[in-house]
């Protein structure tokens, strides 16, 4: 089983990862490689992976930022 988890290199995705990796392999791609707020990226990584399953631990975490940028958080 091939295992894609979002947000890996947090503490709740880290934990993720640990416990999937019996399940199979697990991709934890970091933002520079799997950038969530761009939709044609994420499609084009689905297609080239193809994961079994995803599991999503990312998260917007800089709060203040957020509500600046409203506009990326939502599409995060």
């Known amino acids: 089983m091939k295992v894609l988890v979002t ?5 709740v995705g880290f934990e993720l990862r640990r416990q999937l990796a ?3 392999e697990v991709l934890a ?3 520079a490689t ?7 990226a994420v ?7 193809q994961p079994d399953l ?3 631990a ?13 506009a990326g958080a939502m599409r995060l």
């Open 43 to 49: 499609d084009a990584f689905l297609a080239q992976y």
């Open 22 to 24: 019996t399940l199979g």
């Open 54 to 56: 995803v599991v999503n």
């Open 34 to 40: 799997l950038d969530l707020s761009n939709a044609d």
């Open 58 to 70: 990312a998260a917007y975490t800089a709060v203040d930022n957020a509500e600046n940028d409203q």
């Open 7 to 11: 947000g890996g290199n947090g503490q």
């Open 29 to 31: 791609p970091d933002r």
